[in-house]
């Protein structure tokens, strides 16, 4: 069992910065792929980010790409999200996900979910 609990979110003017974070319970969290996921008022849930177990391999959407980071860090159970350049299209509830296998993470299957940060961009 994983429990996932984020961190992180808040106010920001547009141009600004956030790092979220996903604190992990369990001690096979460094196993797990992770992913970041978003849902803003009135639109479906979508992949941000995702990292496979060491860290080595990431992934970003079209919408983020270039303006944040995804990490890990596997000793204190936590994948970070690091967001520049927010604009109040950001503006969503963020959720972190943990799939056990990389071919889950490839499928978008995941094991665990998070219960969100909220993120608020003004213009």
């Known amino acids: 069992q994983v429990q996932l609990v984020e961190s992180g979110g808040g106010l920001v003017q547009a141009g600004g910065s956030l790092r979220l974070s996903c604190a992990a319970s369990?001690?096979?969290?460094?196993?797990?792929?992770m992913g970041w996921f978003r849902q803003g008022p009135g639109k479906e849930r979508e992949f941000v980010a995702g990292i496979n177990w060491s860290g080595g391999n990431t992934n970003y959407s079209d919408s983020v790409e270039g303006r944040s980071t995804i990490s890990r860090d596997n000793a204190k159970n936590t994948v970070y999200l690091q967001m520049n350049s927010l604009k109040p299209e950001d503006t969503a509830v963020y959720h972190c996900?943990?799939?056990?296998?990389?071919?889950?993470?490839?499928?978008?299957?995941?094991?665990?979910w998070g219960q969100g940060t909220q993120v608020t961009v003004s213009a």
């Open positions: 996900a943990a799939a056990r296998t990389w071919s889950q993470y490839l499928r978008g299957t995941y094991d665990y």
């Open positions: 369990g001690r096979t969290f460094s196993t797990y792929a």
